[in-house]
């Protein structure tokens, strides 16, 4: 297998993977000159040292316009440099076993906001309500205005809302955290748009730069034929 020796790290890499600065951005090479001052204006590097910088100019390019990165900009990035996708950790963040109190506030919070619920209550409200005030005459062990059965609602109450109150927060930063997978999908999908643009223009500019040595080869074959003709 052919290889190459990098003019940036002196390391040998397949011939598959060369790079000549002449099909580079002058931006790239800019920021490579200021790591590496003592490269000569034509230099080659391997694909693997391009991408390197390529991210690294997106991050530049991304401070000079937000300013400082935050935690969620800085994950993106990583996961384009270890070549990973975001929704793995929140595949693996849904896959984190529920406790004891979270299953049972969403089972309240499930069962307390459906219609099984409020009709089972209003008919044991009614139940209730008629036991009391017509079957034992108002006299049985909850008269009108009802004492006790506005205590147990008031207890229920008590205890409903804030159990609900839990499954609703959970879901809440559940959907927060949903937010901020978009948001850092939407960063990473705009980064990796960048760098097939860049992808793509290397990849003209390798095409041309091919041509015109093929090109060249076919040119000075046909002068070669035209001696020979000539000397004939």
Sequence with gaps: MKTFVSNL???TFPMSEKVFSV?????LIDLIRVDHPELEKDFIISIEELQYYREKYITDKLESQLGELSDLEKTVIKTMTNDTSINEKTKIEDQ???TLGQKLADKVAS???SWTFI???GVFLVIWIICNFYFLSNKGF???????LNLILSCIAALQAPIIMMSQNRQEEKDRERAKMDYMINIKSE???RTLHEKIDHLILHQQKDLLELQEEQIQLLENISLRVQEK
């Design 9 to 11: 790290s002196q390391k």
């Design 23 to 27: 099909t580079m951005r002058h931006a």
């Design 96 to 98: 984190k076993p529920l």
């Design 111 to 113: 069962f307390g906001g």
């Design 119 to 121: 009709s089972s209550f």
């Design 142 to 148: 909850d008269p009108y205005p009802f004492i006790l």
């Design 191 to 193: 980064l990796e748009i």
